[in-house]
């Protein structure tokens, strides 16, 4: 069984920048994408960048620009650069790697941007 790993949250002020990274336990044959997804309290869990195995990216609207996901060619690791972080960017990231046999989360790791 995959496991999957992220890093890098940490509590920033407004306008800053975080660098995340999801570490898969090994590779994935037949993976199909990677994405990264929040959660903020009270609300429900909501994509924010996928990268498909193709190399096709897709960000949520309310990136805008201040986002960058990207990986390595062997899919074991997967990185989200966020830039001008705003105090709504407040949630636990996660990670998601979408497999032949379904799909795998990470355990989260918390970004709090402070005003």
């Known amino acids: 069984q995959v496991q999957l790993v992220e890093s890098g949250g940490d509590l920033v002020q407004s306008g800053g920048s975080l660098r995340l990274s999801c570490a898969a336990s090994r590779s994935i044959s037949g993976i199909r994408s990677m994405s990264w997804y929040r959660q903020a309290p009270g609300l429900e869990r909501e994509l924010v960048a996928r990268?498909?195995?193709?190399?096709?990216?897709h960000y949520a609207d309310f990136v805008k620009g201040r986002f960058r996901i990207s990986r390595d060619k062997t899919l074991t690791q997967a990185y989200l650069q966020m830039n001008n972080l705003q105090p709504e960017d407040t949630a636990v990231y996660y990670c998601?790697?979408?497999?032949?046999?379904?799909?795998?989360w990470g355990q989260g790791t918390q970004v709090t941007v402070s005003s």
């Open positions: 990268i498909a195995g193709g190399g096709i990216i």
């Open positions: 998601n790697a979408d497999t032949p046999w379904g799909g795998v």
